[in-house]
């Protein structure tokens, strides 16, 4: 079952993407020729999904997701990218969500864009040998991204001063009118 990174990496949820452990160990009965996709899809798609449309194809375009594509496919691998021997200073994780530059791009329709919204979304991976379905891991847990504040609701500090700030201004003019008025006295 795909899961999350640990809690540990910084920016492990943002506002449009999410970072999943690496599936290792997972697929390691597969040829070498399998692809190893990604599926990221709305939790009302989890059901009725379908492993039998080709990656990019029609009703999984990442351009067109969720308007009228409720599943899209993407990082695309082969099992050399996902070996079982773990070296504990590897980084083995996957950021979902990172490029920005295929987004809008309709000849990438399996494109790792910007997700567009807070979700939930599931995961899965699923190995395809040709366009034949032969490996496939569980779906994630829901996973709801960060929302932004609005910037109407953020506090916003009014003209008038704090009675703190007001307090330590009076006492400094009180002690430089005592400064000066020493200082006057001296000369």
Not at 74 to 81: P, Q, S, V, Y
Not at 87 to 105: F, H, M, P, Q, Y
Not at 138 to 150: K, V
Request: aromatic share 6%; charged share 15%; hydrophobic share 40%.
């Amino acid at each position: 079952k795909p899961a999350l990174a640990d809690e540990t990496l910084g920016g492990r949820i943002t506002a449009s993407t999410f970072v999943l452990k690496q599936p290792r160990c997972v697929f390691d009965r597969l040829h070498e020729d399998a692809v190893i996709w990604l599926v990221v899809a709305l939790p009302e798609a989890v059901a009725n999904f379908s492993d039998n449309l080709e990656p990019g194809g029609p009703g999984r375009e990442f351009q067109k997701f969720p308007q009228s594509a409720l599943a899209y496919m993407t990082l695309n691998t082969t099992i050399l990218n996902y070996p079982c021997d773990t070296n504990s200073r590897d980084i083995t994780v996957l950021r979902v969500g990172s490029e920005t530059r295929c987004a809008k791009d309709t000849s990438r329709p399996t494109c790792n864009g910007p997700l567009p919204g807070p979700g939930p979304y599931q995961v899965k991976f699923l190995a395809l040998n040709g366009s034949e379905p032969v490996a496939q891991t569980e779906w994630s847990d829901p996973i709801t991204l960060r929302t932004a504040q609005p910037s109407t609701s953020i506090p916003l500090m009014d003209s008038g001063h704090s009675a703190g700030m007001i307090a330590l201004t009076a006492i400094l003019s009180i002690l430089f009118a005592i400064l000066l008025a020493g200082l006057v006295a001296m000369l």
